[in-house]
């Protein structure tokens, strides 16, 4: 969703759906909203309608396709990443348990 719209519209619109379905099945609650804002962000910078990639282009000063191109080792690092965060929790959610923000 985040190639189509914006980050605050998606957190707006998919939060309140998803969120209840995740805690039904288990799922920390800070833990899905760490996961659903990096997917935002991965697809915002991604074609066909990347808001971060359109914002980048004039700066850069190049064309969509050769910026595409160039961002896509990027992407896979924030693909990875997410995979990572989105599969062993306990590394995104350390510093909340040290702090007592989870029980």
Do not use: R
């Amino acid at each position: 969703m985040g190639m189509i719209l914006d980050a605050t519209a998606n957190i707006l619109i998919l939060g309140p759906i998803l969120a209840p379905v995740a805690t039904s099945v288990g799922i920390d609650p800070l833990h899905f909203a760490l996961v659903m804002v990096v997917n935002i962000i991965l697809g915002l910078s991604t074609p066909p309608v990347g808001t971060c990639l359109f914002s980048a282009v004039p700066i850069a000063g190049v064309s969509v396709e050769k910026i595409s191109k160039a961002i896509a080792p990027f992407i896979a690092v924030q693909l990875f990443i997410l995979l990572l965060i989105t599969y062993i929790p306990a590394l995104s959610m350390w510093l909340p348990e040290l702090f007592g923000f989870v029980k």
